[in-house]
């Protein structure tokens, strides 16, 4: 099966909310070192919601992809549903199965967010 769907590819290509915010109110950055992915993402909070999300990335199609729909995702939800979260749900955006080496890419936006929420 060909990891590199039309949407993860899509996503790759024209990341959505790609881009550093002027002014977060929460930023962090997240390191794969086993093949050199790196995320940083930055957030606008108010009233316990994300009002607004951006990151700046470099990497892998699987882990800049699997930022950008978590981004879109993330985008006006609450924090407290944000913390629940769990790896399943990043791989049901992506649609497809994760094999045990493509993990860490695919949840390196995940642990990002669960970085600056915590």
């Known amino acids: 099966m060909d990891i590199y769907t039309e949407t993860i590819l899509d ?3 024209h990341p959505h909310h790609a881009g550093a915010l002027g002014k977060p109110t929460i ?21 316990d919601t994300v009002e607004e999300i951006g990151f700046v990335g470099n990497g ?11 981004a879109d995702y993330v985008e006006g939800k609450k924090i407290s549903v944000l913390k629940k979260l769990k790896p399943k749900d990043i791989y049901n955006l ?18 990002a967010l669960q970085k600056n929420l915590h």
Not at 27 to 44: Q, Y
Not at 60 to 70: K, W
């Open 11 to 13: 996503h790759y290509q």
């Open 27 to 47: 930023s962090t950055t997240e390191h794969n070192p086993l093949c050199g992915d790196v995320i940083r993402l930055d957030l606008k909070i108010n009233k």
């Open 60 to 70: 892998c199609a699987i882990s800049q992809a699997s930022m950008s729909m978590l």
């Open 94 to 111: 992506l649609g497809i199965t994760i094999s045990p080496g493509r993990t860490k890419c695919a949840l390196l936006g995940l642990n």
